[in-house]
Protein backbone atom coordinates (compact mmCIF):
# COMPACT_ATOMS: atom_id res chain seq x y z
CA UNK A 1 0.00 0.00 0.00
CA UNK A 2 1.75 3.28 -0.88
CA UNK A 3 2.12 5.85 1.77
CA UNK A 4 1.26 9.48 2.16
CA UNK A 5 2.50 11.58 -0.60
CA UNK A 6 3.29 15.16 -0.63
CA UNK A 7 3.58 17.62 -3.52
CA UNK A 8 5.36 19.74 -4.39
CA UNK A 9 8.52 18.61 -2.23
CA UNK A 10 10.12 21.87 -2.65
CA UNK A 11 8.87 25.03 -2.98
CA UNK A 12 10.48 28.58 -3.03
CA UNK A 13 8.36 31.85 -2.53
CA UNK A 14 8.60 35.59 -2.02
CA UNK A 15 7.30 37.30 0.84
CA UNK A 16 3.52 38.27 0.04
CA UNK A 17 2.90 35.87 -2.69
CA UNK A 18 0.38 32.49 -1.69
CA UNK A 19 1.24 28.61 -1.55
CA UNK A 20 -1.07 25.81 -1.93
CA UNK A 21 0.69 22.52 -0.94
CA UNK A 22 -1.09 19.05 -2.08
CA UNK A 23 -1.72 15.73 0.01
CA UNK A 24 -2.95 12.50 -0.79
CA UNK A 25 -3.63 10.08 2.03
CA UNK A 26 -3.08 6.62 2.13
CA UNK A 27 -6.17 4.86 0.08
CA UNK A 28 -8.77 3.90 2.58
CA UNK A 29 -7.84 6.77 4.81
CA UNK A 30 -10.50 9.53 5.71
CA UNK A 31 -8.62 11.79 8.18
CA UNK A 32 -5.89 14.27 6.89
CA UNK A 33 -3.85 16.51 9.23
CA UNK A 34 -1.33 19.12 8.77
CA UNK A 35 1.62 20.13 11.26
CA UNK A 36 3.93 22.82 10.97
CA UNK A 37 7.83 22.05 11.89
CA UNK A 38 9.74 24.89 12.36
CA UNK A 39 13.27 24.79 14.52
CA UNK A 40 12.08 27.44 16.72
CA UNK A 41 8.66 25.95 17.35
CA UNK A 42 8.69 22.38 16.87
CA UNK A 43 6.32 20.66 14.98
CA UNK A 44 2.89 22.08 15.56
CA UNK A 45 -1.07 21.09 14.41
CA UNK A 46 -2.49 23.29 12.47
CA UNK A 47 -5.76 21.62 11.22
CA UNK A 48 -7.13 17.79 10.62
CA UNK A 49 -10.25 17.20 8.22
CA UNK A 50 -12.37 14.30 7.97
CA UNK A 51 -15.26 13.80 5.36
CA UNK A 52 -14.54 17.11 3.39
CA UNK A 53 -15.00 19.13 7.44
CA UNK A 54 -12.57 20.74 9.31
CA UNK A 55 -13.18 19.47 12.65
CA UNK A 56 -9.99 20.72 14.55
CA UNK A 57 -8.02 23.72 14.11
CA UNK A 58 -4.52 24.82 15.95
CA UNK A 59 -3.48 28.10 17.05
CA UNK A 60 -2.33 29.58 13.65
CA UNK A 61 -3.70 32.75 11.82
CA UNK A 62 -6.63 33.07 9.45
CA UNK A 63 -3.59 32.92 6.87
CA UNK A 64 -3.47 29.51 7.12
CA UNK A 65 -6.08 27.30 5.44
CA UNK A 66 -7.29 23.67 4.28
CA UNK A 67 -9.58 21.65 2.40
CA UNK A 68 -10.39 18.10 1.68
CA UNK A 69 -12.04 16.39 -1.37
CA UNK A 70 -14.51 13.88 -1.68
CA UNK A 71 -11.71 11.15 -2.49
CA UNK A 72 -10.05 12.69 0.72
CA UNK A 73 -6.90 14.11 -0.71
CA UNK A 74 -6.46 17.35 0.66
CA UNK A 75 -4.97 20.92 0.35
CA UNK A 76 -3.59 23.19 2.43
CA UNK A 77 -3.16 27.41 1.55
CA UNK A 78 -0.84 29.75 2.79
CA UNK A 79 -2.18 33.83 1.72
CA UNK A 80 -0.08 36.50 2.40
CA UNK A 81 3.55 34.97 2.99
CA UNK A 82 5.52 35.74 6.07
CA UNK A 83 9.41 34.90 6.17
CA UNK A 84 8.23 33.07 9.34
CA UNK A 85 6.37 30.73 7.37
CA UNK A 86 9.23 29.11 6.53
CA UNK A 87 8.86 25.52 7.42
CA UNK A 88 8.25 21.88 6.54
CA UNK A 89 4.63 21.56 6.25
CA UNK A 90 3.46 18.16 7.01
CA UNK A 91 1.09 15.77 6.64
CA UNK A 92 -0.54 12.76 8.32
CA UNK A 93 -3.27 10.53 7.34
CA UNK A 94 -5.12 8.07 9.47
CA UNK A 95 -8.75 5.45 8.86
CA UNK A 96 -11.31 7.90 10.65
CA UNK A 97 -8.77 10.24 13.40
CA UNK A 98 -9.45 10.10 16.91
CA UNK A 99 -9.74 6.39 17.37
CA UNK A 100 -7.88 4.29 20.18
CA UNK A 101 -5.82 2.50 17.93
CA UNK A 102 -6.27 4.60 14.75
CA UNK A 103 -2.68 5.61 14.17
CA UNK A 104 -1.39 8.78 12.20
CA UNK A 105 0.91 7.89 9.33
CA UNK A 106 2.95 10.68 7.84
CA UNK A 107 4.28 11.96 4.52
CA UNK A 108 7.38 13.13 3.41
CA UNK A 109 6.66 16.98 3.58
CA UNK A 110 6.69 19.81 1.84
CA UNK A 111 9.96 22.18 2.68
CA UNK A 112 8.63 25.95 2.30
CA UNK A 113 11.14 28.82 1.95
CA UNK A 114 10.18 31.99 2.08
CA UNK A 115 12.80 34.91 0.84
CA UNK B 1 -3.30 15.69 26.19
CA UNK B 2 -0.94 15.27 28.85
CA UNK B 3 2.55 16.09 28.88
CA UNK B 4 5.33 13.98 28.56
CA UNK B 5 9.45 14.76 29.65
CA UNK B 6 12.19 13.53 27.89
CA UNK B 7 15.91 13.69 27.93
CA UNK B 8 17.09 15.89 25.57
CA UNK B 9 19.75 13.49 23.92
CA UNK B 10 21.05 9.88 24.28
CA UNK B 11 23.60 7.89 23.08
CA UNK B 12 23.79 4.39 22.20
CA UNK B 13 26.71 2.24 20.68
CA UNK B 14 25.59 -0.16 17.60
CA UNK B 15 24.71 -2.86 18.27
CA UNK B 16 23.42 -2.51 21.81
CA UNK B 17 19.90 -2.02 23.04
CA UNK B 18 18.86 1.69 23.13
CA UNK B 19 16.63 2.43 25.83
CA UNK B 20 14.66 6.01 26.09
CA UNK B 21 12.83 6.90 28.72
CA UNK B 22 9.67 9.24 28.88
CA UNK B 23 7.53 10.55 31.75
CA UNK B 24 3.90 11.22 31.62
CA UNK B 25 2.85 11.60 35.24
CA UNK B 26 -0.23 13.14 34.42
CA UNK B 27 -1.79 10.33 32.22
CA UNK B 28 -5.41 9.53 32.34
CA UNK B 29 -6.66 6.07 32.23
CA UNK B 30 -7.76 6.63 28.01
CA UNK B 31 -4.94 8.10 26.90
CA UNK B 32 -2.40 5.72 24.87
CA UNK B 33 0.91 6.26 24.64
CA UNK B 34 2.64 6.65 21.23
CA UNK B 35 6.02 6.86 19.50
CA UNK B 36 6.98 8.18 16.70
CA UNK B 37 10.56 8.63 15.07
CA UNK B 38 12.17 11.39 12.64
CA UNK B 39 15.25 11.05 11.05
CA UNK B 40 16.65 14.62 9.55
CA UNK B 41 14.25 16.20 7.35
CA UNK B 42 11.86 13.62 7.35
CA UNK B 43 8.44 12.93 8.18
CA UNK B 44 7.77 11.62 11.58
CA UNK B 45 7.57 7.81 11.19
CA UNK B 46 5.63 5.46 13.66
CA UNK B 47 7.16 3.15 15.95
CA UNK B 48 5.00 1.37 18.41
CA UNK B 49 1.62 2.40 20.97
CA UNK B 50 0.78 0.66 24.00
CA UNK B 51 -2.02 1.40 26.72
CA UNK B 52 -1.16 -0.47 29.49
CA UNK B 53 0.23 -3.68 28.84
CA UNK B 54 4.13 -4.10 27.24
CA UNK B 55 3.85 -4.33 23.55
CA UNK B 56 6.39 -5.49 20.72
CA UNK B 57 6.91 -4.91 16.88
CA UNK B 58 9.39 -5.84 14.84
CA UNK B 59 10.63 -2.13 15.14
CA UNK B 60 10.89 -2.00 19.13
CA UNK B 61 9.50 -2.63 22.43
CA UNK B 62 7.25 -0.44 24.88
CA UNK B 63 7.55 -0.96 28.26
CA UNK B 64 4.88 0.68 30.36
CA UNK B 65 5.33 0.99 34.05
CA UNK B 66 2.18 -0.24 36.16
CA UNK B 67 1.08 2.62 37.54
CA UNK B 68 1.53 4.31 33.67
CA UNK B 69 3.64 7.46 34.81
CA UNK B 70 6.66 6.44 32.92
CA UNK B 71 7.75 4.34 29.75
CA UNK B 72 10.40 3.14 27.74
CA UNK B 73 10.83 2.60 24.28
CA UNK B 74 13.40 -0.22 23.77
CA UNK B 75 15.06 -0.58 20.28
CA UNK B 76 17.19 -4.09 20.62
CA UNK B 77 20.10 -3.68 18.38
CA UNK B 78 20.86 -0.29 17.72
CA UNK B 79 22.27 0.53 13.84
CA UNK B 80 23.42 3.59 12.56
CA UNK B 81 19.88 4.08 11.09
CA UNK B 82 18.38 4.22 13.96
CA UNK B 83 19.97 7.89 14.64
CA UNK B 84 17.02 9.97 14.60
CA UNK B 85 14.67 12.40 17.66
CA UNK B 86 12.40 10.23 18.74
CA UNK B 87 8.99 11.51 20.11
CA UNK B 88 6.97 10.12 23.12
CA UNK B 89 3.26 11.41 22.76
CA UNK B 90 0.28 11.15 24.80
CA UNK B 91 -2.70 10.94 23.00
CA UNK B 92 -6.50 10.92 24.48
CA UNK B 93 -8.14 7.93 22.80
CA UNK B 94 -11.69 9.29 22.89
CA UNK B 95 -13.05 12.28 21.29
CA UNK B 96 -12.73 12.98 17.10
CA UNK B 97 -9.29 14.64 17.25
CA UNK B 98 -6.12 13.61 15.50
CA UNK B 99 -4.39 15.65 16.75
CA UNK B 100 -0.65 15.19 18.17
CA UNK B 101 1.16 17.19 20.39
CA UNK B 102 4.70 16.84 20.19
CA UNK B 103 7.40 17.75 22.31
CA UNK B 104 11.37 18.28 22.05
CA UNK B 105 12.02 14.75 21.70
CA UNK B 106 14.85 12.34 22.24
CA UNK B 107 17.91 12.96 19.76
CA UNK B 108 19.34 9.70 19.91
CA UNK B 109 22.78 9.43 18.20
CA UNK B 110 24.14 5.62 17.39
CA UNK B 111 27.63 5.45 17.36
CA UNK B 112 29.99 3.11 15.54
Known amino acids: KAGVTQTPRYLIKTRGQQVTLSCSPI?????VSWYQQTPGQGLQFLFEYFSETQRNKGNFPGRFSGRQFSNSRSEMNVSTLELGDSALYLCASSLVGGLRTDTQYFGPGTRLTVL | DAKTTQPPSMDCAEGRAANLPCNHSTISGNEYVYWYRQIHSQGPQYIIHGLKNNETNEMASLIITEDRKSSTLILPHATLRDTAVYYCIVRAYSGNTGKLIFGQGTTLQVKP
Open chain 1, 27 to 31: SGHRS
